[in-house]
C-alpha cells in the first residue's frame, strides 16, 4: 500500500509471504536461505519444491 509503486508492492508481498511461511514451519529463515542456495544446484527442476520451508515428503 505504501511502497511507491506497483512493482515495490509484489517484492513486498514476495518477501512477506516467505517471511509468514518460515514463521508459519517454524523455519529460520537465514538458514533457510544459505542452505537452499548451496542445493539447488543439485536439485532437478522437478524436485525443487523439495526446498521450499515446511516442505515435508508425504510418500
Given at each position: 500500500m505504501f511502497c511507491?509503486?506497483?512493482r515495490?508492492?509484489?517484492h513486498a508481498a514476495i518477501f512477506l509471504s516467505f517471511f509468514g511461511s518460515c514463521k508459519l514451519h517454524g523455519v529460520n529463515p537465514r538458514v533457510w536461505l544459505e542452505e537452499t542456495?548451496?542445493?539447488i544446484k543439485e536439485y532437478k527442476i522437478n524436485d525443487l519444491e523439495e526446498l521450499l520451508p515446511g516442505y515435508q515428503n508425504e510418500s
Open positions: 511507491g509503486s506497483h515495490a508492492a509484489q542456495l548451496s542445493n
